[in-house]
């Protein structure tokens, strides 16, 4: 177990090398001068262009940005932005919100997911389980900024449950509600899939037996079934908190949450190389660590799964 | 012994979870300005550059440094100058200006406003290696010079609170450009001792104006706190106790709030709300033009659009457009028929110029105009207008070239470039093959602004390289005129020339559209569509 948790580790290096190499090269080639475009509809001296395109290493061939942004990770240096600021900080400020809200989305999810999952696994054909796959039908159908803005309406602004976007320092309470709109337009996907392995499950010959061992209905559902039912659904889970520190950047425009996704799609548009690719980097490193702590849960779950 | 074990996993999720929960929001919670006495949360978004004045040139950071600098002079709501940190500006050749301050002004952090600390600012501003993106502001000072570092002899201190200004050729409207922010003072602790600003200053700004940032009121990405400054003796008379500008990366998030009374003041409405603003807020909006004009250019260089045939092409197209309707029933009348070449809150702007016919709707005059084009030279490809992607252009990109194909049935639309950085540099480079969208937001409330940038032989922003001698004389001519108003009868005359050339076609103003909430009064947009939030009260 240990030997395979180091391989996976050590895995990671070759990896970030090649997505930090590949992102670098990626935001290199986007068409257009970032530093035009910070000048708006105005046109500078080409000789102005040059120098404050020289003071950001603008100007130097793609190989050497890209070794001199892996020479500052080593001393802790991954550049500034346009504005002054170390990328450091803007990693520091960001990621543990997105990550706050990511988390708060997957309990908001799972929970829905197994609750819904597991009746309507037991009742498969009864009137719970269609109502609740027509739902999951609609949720996976509708976009997240439909589920987004009319969650905002409703609940915010009409009826004032929440506050409308998430106020400054991004305080707890302020994220239940982009939490909730994350968690329900993920939900569906992990509910089907808990209540098809459920159903399996039901019918697997153990299920039978530990019925014909006179087990009560309450042992078996939460220890038998449902444990070896949650395989699919945890992975599934693992993706979305993979997807979600992205993909959130619709619902953190809409709420205004000062994130990853917002950050990132503003680095993007500016052309500032070193925040694109330092952002990518630690999303990349989380993905692979949810990854590997999914592996590792799974073991948790079946006994059979060993790493040798 | 199976339980236990999931049992463990459970908790191990759970105590996980509670402490990435609580460890980040604890760094949270501790900010309950918002709603405090007197504080006005009004929007913006983060500055794309730090906050020295000569660097900036976008509005998220230029509205803080308005608030927070008190330059020369500032622009009343109608976009006149009013003295602030200088007693008086005065020249008899319109070259050499002196430049008298008020005795007794301080930077908040107590260092004095001297005449140093405006001329250290601008040779700092000035100097080529520190690569200000306003540089091009003081290009007419003697001593400027745009390819290598050097001293801005032009600049003279004379004593503590005099200073004398020497231009390289006349410039009438000098004093008009002199509210705008590149020109602000700065403080002597924002100088390094080679006299060079300092990065850590644009973090830390430290300004002489109506208010003052807060300590620690900068978060980034989130919100900048301001507090009225008792210090600031000028005209800008605080009627509320501070700011909070919050940082918005989308205008309908901005627009829920301030439904959702979490801002009081939001000076832009997203397009998405055009169709129910006015049922949304009751009274509580306002809709009037701004400083901006919006235009598309038809480069010379383009196929059938040079000499006469391109100028009755030019003009045909012009006559295509209903501007009237697509700005009712595409913007909801959030803009305004452009009928000159400014704005209506500019100091010369003037709706009976001769020759602008040319941006009436007249379909059967265009057609006539068409086919007198075509008699030179028959036309031939397609008639595209260049725009950016991530602008929100495509609505009236489309309808514009809708009405040039119906009216003069050719083939013509609409051509996205997918990011501005794109866009622009196809501009710039000369490599676009269509015409394209273009655009000015005023610096400063001056006519010439809107003129000298744009149309003048080799400008910096004659991104369709128009040149007219006949132009080019009569604006040199206005701004060596010995007033404003002297000045603006030139202008007004190279306007009508431009009705005739049509170096762009003119669409519209942009206009200021804004709401507020319910806790707030006395809201007045000013000239550049920004509010003027020292007027502000709190109910």
Redesign the interface.
């Known amino acids: 177990m240990l030997r395979y948790i180091l391989f996976r580790i050590l895995q990671v290096i070759p990896v970030l090398l090649g997505t930090t190499f590949l992102i670098y090269f990626m935001v290199f080639s986007m068409p257009g001068d970032p530093i035009l475009a910070l000048f708006g509809d105005k046109t500078p001296s080409q000789a102005v262009l040059e120098e404050i395109s020289r003071q950001y290493n603008l100007d130097k061939p793609f190989i050497v940005q890209y070794f001199l942004y892996l020479g500052g990770i080593f001393t802790g240096d991954l550049g500034i932005t346009f504005s002054g600021q170390q990328v450091t900080d803007v990693l520091a400020r960001t990621f543990p919100v997105t990550i706050q809200l990511a988390l708060m989305a997957i309990v908001i999810e799972l929970v829905l997911a197994v609750t819904i999952g597991l009746i309507s696994g037991l009742r498969k054909g009864k009137l719970f389980d269609n109502v609740s796959l027509i739902i999951g039908l609609v949720m996976m159908s509708v976009p997240i900024f439909v589920i987004a803005f009319i969650a905002q309406y409703f609940l915010s602004i009409k009826w004032g449950f929440f506050r409308t976007t998430v106020g400054p320092g991004a305080p707890i309470q302020d994220l239940i509600l982009p939490a909730i709109v994350l968690g329900v337009s993920l939900y569906a996907t992990s509910m089907r899939l808990t209540r098809a392995s459920v159903i399996d499950t039901l019918n697997q010959d153990f299920v039978r037996t530990a019925y014909a061992k006179g087990l009560s209905r309450n042992r078996i559902i939460p220890v038998h079934v449902l444990r070896n039912s949650l395989i699919p659904t945890i992975t599934n889970t693992a993706t979305n908190f993979g997807v979600l520190m992205v993909g959130a950047t619709v619902t953190e425009a809409i709420f205004n949450v000062p994130g990853v996704g917002n950050t990132l799609f503003k680095a993007i548009r500016l052309g500032e190389n070193s925040t694109v690719v330092s952002f990518v980097t630690v999303m990349v490193l989380i993905y692979l660590f949810v990854n590997l702590f999914i592996d590792l849960l799974y073991a948790v779950l079946d006994p059979r799964i060993r790493y040798a | 012994m ?2 236990s ?2 049992g ?2 459970v908790i191990a999720l759970a105590a996980a ?1 509670a402490l ?2 609580s ?3 604890s ?5 309950k ?2 709603d405090a006495a007197g504080i006005i949360t009004v929007n913006g978004s ?5 906050l020295i004045p000569s660097d900036i ?2 509005v998220g950071g230029g509205r803080i440094l308005d608030a927070m600098f008190s330059g020369l002079y500032y622009y009343d709501a109608k976009g006149n100058p009013v003295l602030d940190a200088a007693e008086s500006v005065e020249t008899t050749d319109s070259t050499v200006y002196t430049i008298k301050l008020k005795p007794g002004q301080k930077f908040t952090n107590g260092d004095p406003v001297d005449s140093d600390s405006f001329v250290n600012a601008w040779k700092d501003a000035a100097k ?2 520190n ?1 200000r ?1 306003n ?2 502001w003081f290009e007419n000072i003697v001593g400027f010079d ?2 290598k570092d050097s001293d801005l002899t032009g600049l003279k201190v004379i004593d503590e609170t005099t200073f004398e200004v020497t231009l390289k050729s006349a410039q009438s409207d000098f004093p008009l450009q002199l509210g705008y922010s590149s020109f602000y003072p700065l403080p002597k602790s924002a100088f390094d001792a080679d006299g060079n600003v300092t ?1 850590d200053f ?2 830390n700004p430290i300004g002489n104006g109506p208010y003052k940032v807060a300590d620690d009121g900068w ?5 900048i706190e301001m507090l009225k400054n008792e210090d600031y003796k000028g005209g800008r008379e605080v009627q509320n106790a501070g700011l909070s500008i ?5 205008l ?3 627009y ?2 301030l ?4 801002l009081d003041v939001l000076d832009m409405i997203p397009d998405a709300a055009y169709a129910k603003y006015k049922e949304d807020l009751g009274d509580r909006w306002i809709n009037q033009p701004a400083a901006v004009f919006q235009s598309f250019t038809i480069p010379e260089r383009l196929e059938h659009f040079s000499g006469e045939e391109g100028q009755l092409r030019r003009e045909a197209i012009s006559l295509s457009i209903n501007r009237p309707q697509i700005t009712d029933k595409i913007f909801s009348d959030t803009r305004t028929p452009a009928v000159d070449w400014s704005s209506p809150v500019i100091n010369g702007y003037d709706e009976k110029l001769p020759g602008n016919d040319v941006v009436k709707y007249d379909p059967e005059r265009a057609k006539e105009l068409w086919a007198q084009a075509d008699a030179i030279s028959p036309w031939s490809g397609k008639f595209q207008i260049g725009y950016n992607a ?1 602008g929100g252009h495509q609505a009236w990109a489309d309808a514009v070239s809708n009405d040039i194909k119906n009216t003069l049935g050719i083939d013509a639309s609409g051509a996205p470039n ?8 196809s ?2 480079d000369r490599s676009i093959t269509t015409a394209f969208r ?4 005023g610096d400063y409330p001056g006519l010439s602004n809107f003129l000298l ?1 744009l149309y003048k032989t080799g400008a ?2 004659n ?1 369709g390289d128009y040149s007219n001698p006949e132009v080019d004389a009569l604006l040199e001519e206005g701004l060596a005129a010995p007033g404003i108003d002297a000045a603006n009868e030139k202008f007004h005359a190279a306007e009508a020339i431009l009705f005739k050339d049509l170096p762009a076609i003119p669409l519209w103003y942009q206009n200021a559209v804004s709401g507020y909430s319910e806790s707030v009064d006395n809201v007045t947009i000013g000239w550049n569509s920004v509010p003027l939030y020292y007027e502000i009260t709190k109910k």
Do not use: M
């Open positions: 199976k339980r074990r999931i463990l996993g979870s990435v929960l460890g980040c929001s760094s949270g919670d501790d900010t300005g918002g983060e500055p794309e550059k730090g040139n976008e080529f290696s690569g993106l540089s091009s745009g390819e990065d644009g973090q978060t980034h990405k989130v919100k919050i940082f918005y990366d989308s309908d998030a901005a829920a709030d439904l959702g009374g979490n991530d997918p990011l501005f950085g794109d866009f622009r540099q501009i710039t273009s655009g000015w937001q940038p910096s922003a991104d």
